[in-house]
């Protein structure tokens, strides 16, 4: 009964959230960052219900609700990447002198529910 | 008169050419062979006597110093709580791992502003990172590649390569200084939580 009434609040919480679809992918060559690029968008299918992990994030930035993700990118990607990041790295070496390093990071894509308050957001990742 | 002059010199100049004595040819091993014994040394070494030259003792050996005979004995074998302590797994139930690596990044040419710069080189940093924690958790493919041409080692080629998933890894400092940024992150492997998932590939 008390889970029953908990999940019953939760979702209550969340109904009027909106559900995006977000994805990361950043390559790194020689230590410098040669491409990245974070993809979110308004979810068009029905996304799944099961919450895996929330969190609350404090508005210390004025921005748009349209422009949260360029102001709050770090700290969503740090959210996301804790549920799991893909790597691939390769390195070349010829003759004992290094000539190039490669990695490329992966954040398939996942669906995020965010709810706007005045001064506070909540993440949720749905699975 | 002049046709004589030329006819002089031309003869002056083939004199030279032909008296002059053959030069040796370029011997790569000059410097360490013995100088050949010319004609005057070696008939005074060989002269014609009725007494027998005197027998001279055979010079004594140069005894060179000897290298220290290493033991050839083998390694004792560990004993059998080491054997155990090294195949037990390293995650068990009550085990709390912490990986700790350091990545860096350096911020590109083409960036507008220093906020810029920095914010570019500590995802670079990141992404290293990453890569280091990939590294120790799911290890590295190393192929080498070496071409002997005539004896002697034309490219020698290694490549390495890193596939890794990372979950729950936390910045715990960041630096940045004369434009090179520094992620420190951390991962804590807590072994009540993976171990259920990890056991499968050891038995308790």
């Known amino acids: 009964m008390a889970q029953y009434a908990f999940t019953l609040l939760l979702g209550i919480n969340f109904l009027f959230a909106d559900v995006f679809i977000v994805s990361y992918q950043a390559q790194v060559k020689d230590s410098q960052i ?74 398939p894509p996942q669906y995020l529910q965010v709810e706007f308050n005045d001064t506070f957001v909540k993440m949720a990742l749905l699975k | 008169m002049k046709v004589m002059t030329k006819g002089l010199i031309s003869l002056s100049i083939l004199a030279a050419t032909v008296t002059a004595a053959p030069k040796p040819l370029m011997n790569p091993f000059a410097e360490t062979m013995a100088p050949a014994p010319t004609a005057s040394t070696q008939t005074q070494a060989a002269p014609v006597s009725a007494a027998p030259a005197p027998v001279q003792a055979a010079p004594a050996p140069v005894m060179m110093e000897e290298a220290p005979v290493e033991s050839y004995a083998p390694t004792p074998l560990p004993d ?8 037990q797994p390293k995650i068990t139930k009550q085990s709390v791992t912490r990986l700790v690596v350091k990545g860096q990044g350096v911020a590109p040419s083409f960036t507008q502003s220093p906020a810029q710069a920095f914010a570019l080189a500590k995802r670079a940093a990141m992404v290293d990172a990453y890569r280091l924690l990939g590294e120790k ?22 490549r390495t390569q890193v596939n890794a998933m990372i979950k729950e890894a936390s910045i715990v400092e960041t630096s940045f200084k004369d434009g090179l940024c520094e992620v420190e992150v951390e991962l804590i492997i807590t072994g009540s939580k993976w171990h259920s998932t990890l056991s499968h590939s050891f038995s308790e």
């Open chain 1, 34 to 107: 040669l491409h990245q690029s974070l993809l979110a968008s308004k979810a068009m299918t029905t996304p799944p219900k099961n919450i895996i992990k929330t969190q609350t994030l404090l508005l210390d930035k004025t921005c748009k609700k349209a422009q949260f993700f360029i102001c709050y990118e770090e700290k969503v990607l740090d959210f996301m990447f804790k549920e799991g990041v893909y790597i691939k790295a390769q390195d070349q070496t010829q003759n004992l002198v290094n000539q190039s390093s490669f990695i490329q990071l992966n954040l």
């Open chain 2, 80 to 87: 059998a709580a080491t054997v155990k302590a090294y195949t």
């Open chain 2, 137 to 158: 958790i799911q290890g590295v493919e190393v192929e080498g590649q070496d071409l002997i041409k005539n004896m002697m080692v034309k490219r020698s080629q290694v």
